[in-house]
């Protein structure tokens, strides 16, 4: 089981996305049988097998073990990851894009940034467990308080001058073989969201 997989189908985010299913797929972070999950979730075992089939089909669960039982087999599935993101690719022409209009200082282009990191390093790590390799990645979450405004305005501007020497030190435009990466450096105010 993943510890995170990126939705990039439609129809998967679509189906994932309807509440029951959401449900049974946190269910299903422990093998389990339709049986057993129709008396956690309180649905008639037929009804948990019909949604069983479409997250399977989706690719959001898998078959772990069939289980003779009587005249029937059962069926232990189990989520495919342990948590699921959403890729604003599978949002098509809706997905936020930050070349629309770039500004440093606008929480809405933070958010198209973040997005576009889900989309990008989502398709990486899809391509890479394909073709069973790794995607070499780096990220840094820190928590600083400012004491003013002024501040937080200094710090932005130091950390761009940082990042600008790095990357004018280390990048390489005619490197033969060579492979770009992208640096995205976010302030943000901290937020406590409950679960």
Avoid: C
Wanted: charged fraction near 25%; glycine fraction near 6%.
């Amino acid at each position: 089981m993943l510890e995170v997989a990126v939705i990039e189908d439609p129809a998967a985010a679509e189906v994932s996305l309807d509440p029951m299913r959401a449900r049974l797929l946190a269910e299903l972070a422990e093998p389990r049988s339709a049986t057993m999950l129709a008396s956690l979730v309180g649905l008639a075992r037929q009804k948990v097998n019909y949604h069983l089939r479409t997250l399977e089909r989706h690719g959001l669960v898998e078959l772990v073990e069939e289980r003779r039982k009587g005249n029937a087999t059962e069926r232990v599935m189990r989520a495919t990851a342990a948590s699921y993101v959403i890729s604003p690719g599978a949002l098509a022409g809706l997905a936020p894009d930050p070349a629309r209009s770039p500004d440093g200082l606008s929480a809405r282009w933070l958010i198209a940034l973040a997005a576009r990191t889900v989309r990008e390093v989502g398709a990486l790590v899809t391509g890479a467990a394909k073709a069973r390799k790794r995607v070499a990645t780096y990220a840094l979450d820190v928590t600083v308080r400012f004491a003013s405004a002024a501040d937080r305005a200094a710090f932005a501007e130091e950390l761009t001058a940082a990042v600008t020497a790095l990357v004018g030190k280390y990048h390489d435009e005619s490197a033969e073989g060579g492979r770009a990466h992208r640096v995205i450096a976010a302030v943000h105010p901290s937020v406590h969201i409950e679960k």
